[in-house]
């Protein structure tokens, strides 16, 4: 399973981000996979922002800072993942990673790697103005 991570790289404060998440090598309705989305700020450790299941439910961060502002969705027939997330500001510049696993306790908001089963390679974001 490969999973490669598309986004704008540079994105104005107050703006919305939107990144791609394309998934080869398994069809992203398959059970039991979850596909989350884990970002990295820099000298900070992985955060878990969400995730979405071979069913289409979805679990959020229930850090107050993310919840309100994020959703993640896909498209099975262009086995896409996305994330979207609203008002950025600079505290947002990071790695975000799109990661997957056939362990459902991810979707409590685990961020070790060994939870993980796929990783992309990440794409970085920056919030500036």
């Known amino acids: 399973v490969q999973l490669q991570e598309l986004g704008p790289g540079l994105v104005k404060p107050s703006q919305t981000l939107s990144l791609t998440c394309t998934v080869s090598?398994?069809?992203?309705?398959?059970?039991?996979?979850?596909w989350s989305w884990i970002r990295q700020a820099p000298g900070k450790g992985l955060e878990w922002m969400g995730a979405?299941?071979?069913?289409?439910?979805?679990?959020?961060s229930p850090s107050l800072n993310l919840k309100s502002r994020t959703s993640i969705s896909r498209n099975d027939a262009k086995s896409e993942v996305y994330l979207q997330m609203n008002s950025l500001n600079p505290e947002d510049t990071a790695v975000y990673y799109c990661?997957?696993?056939?362990?459902?306790?991810?979707?409590?908001?685990?961020?070790?790697?060994?939870?993980?089963?796929?990783w992309g390679q990440g794409t970085q974001v920056t919030v500036s103005s």
């Open positions: 979405i299941s071979y069913s289409g439910s979805t679990f959020y």
């Open positions: 090598g398994e069809s992203i309705t398959t059970k039991y996979y979850y």
């Open positions: 990661a997957a696993s056939r362990f459902s306790w991810v979707c409590r908001g685990a961020v070790s790697r060994s939870d993980y089963h796929f």
